[in-house]
């Protein structure tokens, strides 16, 4: 048996942390998410001779989803009838009084489109078992596979859930619990799962997070794909396959740059065409007045090659040289206050204790430097 596993596809997000940036961008971002995304996960299934898509919880952002999104989403559906796709709600699409899927626009869908609306086994083709769990809410402190019973009819025992493995550090107790040996308790060969955003393969080797086929944040180390699941029959364990699905790539990295070449092999990347990113950086390091203008050069250069751009450069300082000084600045009285803070900078030097013990004396001489070398730059 073979089928496709995903989840949290967040269809109707909004991404709050994207105001103020290129509103065309912003668009263009969360129109992928709404139509692209679902489209590839479908292409990838029909490449693949794929008839089956469970997807575990958290497809639509919400309760407050437009009606044109929902309406976008089911004539994709539709488009792929030889496709069926199962979905259990998620703690952001719970089905309670006021759920999406209770929506006048949920009325009519299509034939190949199985929403679960109650915890309940289906039977897939005589071969399989299914587990479908619905949350009914956002909120919930027990594991909501408990009501699986662990009864062996021999046929493929797959599992379908929404919440967090109970792994030290890495779950909260609100956050819907599931006990790491579930899977094995309830004699599941495989159990799928949603609610955390980056791909998860157990140690038990049958319990599975697919991640979110789009990432919708930095730090989501492992998304942008769907899991392709081949299992042979009862008690042989599945084989996995990702495949990607992403459109864009959110990188947040942080960097040291102390001259042009760091400054080229950190931009390189991102000059050639790098498009559909949202970039962050985050420099520290030490320039000449000269590489720190070069910096800034690269800077707006990147901007037109990636779709996001995030440059945290308050931690470079501008090392600015004798020369800089002079040239800037005949009078000794600058240079001094210069070299003094420096000193103070790399520890050499106390600050003067007016400042107080309270202040950090290296923060505070670093961000004098830095105004100094603006104060050149202008
Ligand atoms: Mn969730």
Redo the contacts with the bound molecule.
Sequence with gaps: MKFIHTS?WQIGMTFPGLSGKDPDEVVRLKNIRNDQMIRSIFECAKRLDIHLILAA??QFEDSHVPDKIISKFLSVVKGYGDIDLYLIP???DPYNENSIYKRDVFQQIPANLHIIKENQMIEYNDEAEIYFTVLKEKYGSYNPLDWIESKDSGKLRIGVG?GSLKIENKYKEEDFPIDTDTAIKKNLDYLAL??WHSFLAYGDGRTFYSGTPEPTRHGEKASGHVLEVEIDRHNVSPRIQKHEINSYTWIDKSSEVYSKDDIDLLFSPYLTSFKECVLKLSLTGQLSLEDYDYLEQQIDGVKSKVSFLDVNKDNVNINLSDDDLKDHMPDDYIKNVYDRLNEIHDGAEPCPSSLGEEVDQKMCALKALQIMGQGFRE
């Design positions: 949290d919880g958290d998620g703690n952001h929404h949603g609610h």
